[in-house]
């Protein structure tokens, strides 16, 4: 062979090896995602409860202000609003629901998602 073969040959070999060390690339690896959505421990007390104060839902729907008659200041209260669908079509901006918070900026949708989750769950007072 002659001195331009044995490039050529190294050539293709060593874009075989780059090549191959693409294969077995995938979404997760390219596109980690630290911070995902845990829905697996959803609470009332930890995690629902906490959504409604962060963000700004109890300063509006306490039982002293109780706008648009809706009360959010107690596990009964919001469980009411759990049941009759209120709530989760608030908070996710759905067709027929006044969307919250009013004038705001719609929940995350990792936070709507883990209302979901417990509301899903039977909304249970924990």
């Not at 901006?93 to 899903?120: E, F, N, R």
């Amino acid at each position: 062979m002659n001195h331009l073969t044995w490039r050529l040959a190294l050539l293709c070999l060593l874009n075989l090896g780059l090549l191959a060390g693409c294969a077995s690339d995938n979404e997760e690896d390219l596109n980690p995602q630290p911070n995902a959505c845990d829905t697996s421990a959803v609470t009332f007390s930890g995690t629902v409860n906490a959504i409604l104060q962060n963000n700004g839902c109890k300063n509006c729907h306490a039982a002293s202000a109780g706008s648009g008659g809706v009360v959010l200041d107690s596990y009964a209260e919001v469980k009411k609003r759990a049941d009759d669908g209120r709530l989760l079509g608030a908070i996710s901006h759905a067709s027929g629901y006044a969307p919250m918070p009013l004038g705001g900026t719609k929940l995350s949708d990792c936070d709507i998602a883990k209302v979901k989750k417990w509301i899903d769950n039977g909304a249970p007072n924990n």
